[in-house]
């Protein structure tokens, strides 16, 4: 091989790896990457709500069967309880679920409910010294107190890394690498009820 073919072959690949340079250079300066990370906490954050959601909806089962213990108990607020539970657990939820506004509306207009079926529930039940004497109610109490507080947090880390990753999809230039990934923006959680952005109040 000629020195001048030589010359010409190593000035092609030359130009070859600059090239590649140039489009891994643009590929990250464009937030490819940047986007999927940020698209990784969202899903990471809608899975730690979904199960302190669910370790809420295994409590009431066993609350509303120790409150059925209970003689002369308000009708209506235990069947409330029943009835947004069941509700919740009619809902399908998956990970497909914060792509879709629909979806993610319906679920926390369940959740809202239950919150709210919950918080009556409690209320109502300061009335009835002799179940709230019970060291079964008193201790599903506890468990569905400590659940609300993670569930607050979970909403709150969700809330924060939609809001994170819904810049990275609309600034410019990461909308680039959005747009390149297929992402769009998000929709987060809002509150539906009244009350429902407040962890029921449990007291002793």
Do not use: H
């Not at 090239?19 to 940047?34: F, I, K």
């Not at 657990?89 to 792509?99: K, N, P, R």
């Not at 179940?131 to 880390?157: H, P």
Request: charged share 25%.
């Amino acid at each position: 091989m000629s020195k001048q073919r030589r010359a010409g072959l190593f000035s092609g690949l030359t130009r070859l790896w600059a090239a590649c340079l140039l489009v891994l250079a643009g590929v990250s300066g464009c937030g490819y990457n940047e986007v999927i990370e940020r698209d990784e906490g969202v899903k990471a954050a809608w899975a730690e709500v979904e199960n302190q959601y669910q370790r809420r909806a295994d409590v009431v089962p066993n609350l509303v069967r120790v409150v059925k213990g209970s003689a002369d108990f308000e009708k209506s607020t235990l069947e409330a309880v029943v009835q947004a539970r069941s509700k919740v657990g009619s809902i399908q939820v998956d990970a497909s679920t914060v792509d879709s506004p629909d979806k993610l509306r319906q679920f926390e207009q369940a959740q809202g409910e239950l919150s709210s079926a919950l918080s009556r529930l409690l209320v109502v039940s300061e009335n009835y010294p002799q179940l709230q004497s019970t060291a079964a109610f008193r201790d599903l109490q506890a468990q569905l107190e400590g659940t609300e507080n993670r569930i607050a947090v979970a909403r709150r880390r969700f809330i924060e890394n939609v809001a994170e990753y819904n810049k990275t999809v609309l600034r410019f230039p990461t909308s680039i690498g959005a747009s390149m990934r297929g992402k769009s923006e998000r929709a987060s959680f809002t509150a539906t009820t009244p009350g429902a952005e407040r962890a029921p109040e449990v007291k002793f």
